[in-house]
Nanobody, 127 residues
């Protein structure tokens, strides 16, 4: 599976942005899809994950209520709608795919559980 994230850019605090991640291959629906981010000088951290069917989602506390992850299996695409953006949301955002299913949501916050990664897209939130 090859992943390509796009949709990043510069936005003012309080604004919105939607990221997309397009996947190649015909097995997209076999993978749970996650978003991670890495701020300057910091380690990469988990943002959100969505199950293979799209029926289950799990978010980091820092984005809960502001970000929404969704997917369209017919288009092999996962989205991250980001609202009420804050300067601390500035980071390179990565999408990732894992073949794991079920279990606790916290399992999907572990980067080593993912099989494929996209190249990242930069989101900059100005104050």
């Amino acid at each position: 599976v090859q992943l390509q994230a796009f949709g990043g850019g510069l936005v003012q605090a309080g604004g919105s942005l939607r990221l997309s991640c397009a996947a190649s291959g015909r097995t997209f629906s076999s993978y749970a899809m996650g978003w991670f981010r890495q701020a300057p000088g910091k380690e990469r951290e988990f943002v959100a994950v969505i199950s293979q069917s799209g029926g289950t989602t799990y978010y980091a506390d820092s984005v809960k209520g502001r970000f929404t992850i969704s997917r369209d299996n017919a288009k092999n695409t996962v989205y991250l709608q980001m609202n009420s953006l804050k300067p601390e949301d500035t980071a390179v955002y990565y999408c990732a795919a894992t073949a794991k299913e079920g279990g606790r949501g916290s399992k999907y916050a572990i980067q080593d559980n993912y099989d494929y990664w996209g190249q990242g897209t930069l989101v900059t939130v100005s104050s």
